[in-house]
């Protein structure tokens, strides 16, 4: 079975000197190079706005990838309308960019990081009805049978080295669908406040990305008897 990346989020948390939003937006922009080509997006916001609504939107012009900038967070986004890459077709790249924002952030523009989280959602291309075929690997016979839609979640709380994790998996499956979808939220706890540099906001997202590509499979499929 091939697991497609058909989004990922990566959201940085911290209080973020948004008051020259085109300051900002251009440094971020300078820092990628050439990928957020497409035109920069403003948003005037009155001085009472909740501080998480995005005061700067960039974009490629492709709108594989986006970053939205507020008083509050970073979000670097990647989506696919028709997902075709593997997770690791695409870390290398996505990982590079989002470390030099990392480091604008950090550096340039003075923020303490405090939480970190990461949200993707994969397909997987499977043989028949994926709710059907979640019900078969996950549930026993007979337990509330005739399903439209199946959604399981399973939450593990985890420390990887001195930060403490939630690790959300969540599996999706429609009768109309021919794909399974899976969806992974890793995230810092939020009650929980850290000062991350730039080598532990990268640390962070390499651990992320090695779940991604040698643990998920095997959870999903192996321990499931998914797998074909």
Known sequence: MDFLL?????????????????????????????????EPLVLPLPSDAPSEIPRVVLMSRDERYSCNISGVRLDLFYREKSPS?????????????????????VTALHTTITRLGSVAEFEVPIEGN???????????????????????????????ETIEINRWVRLRGK?????????????????KKY??????????????????????????????GLET
Do not use: M
């Open 85 to 105: 890459r593997k997770w690791s077709d695409l870390c290398d790249e996505y990982l590079q960019y989002l470390s030099v924002i990392s480091q604008t952030l």
């Open 195 to 224: 000062n991350f540099d730039v080598d532990g906001i990268e640390s962070f997202y390499n651990y992320v990305s090695s779940f991604f590509i040698a643990d998920l499979e095997k959870i999903i499929l192996q321990g499931s």
């Open 6 to 38: 058909r989004s990922l989020q990566a959201s940085i948390f911290g209080l973020i000197d948004i008051r020259d939003p085109l300051d900002i937006g251009h440094r971020v922009k300078s820092a990628t190079g050439n990928l957020l080509d497409g």
């Open 130 to 160: 994926p709710s059907l075929t979640i019900r078969r690997a996950y549930f026993r016979e007979g337990i509330l049978p005739g399903e439209h839609e199946i959604r399981l979640d399973v939450l593990h709380r985890q420390s990887w």
């Open 175 to 191: 009768q109309e669908e021919s794909t399974l979808r899976v969806l992974v939220d890793i995230n810092t706890v939020p009650e």
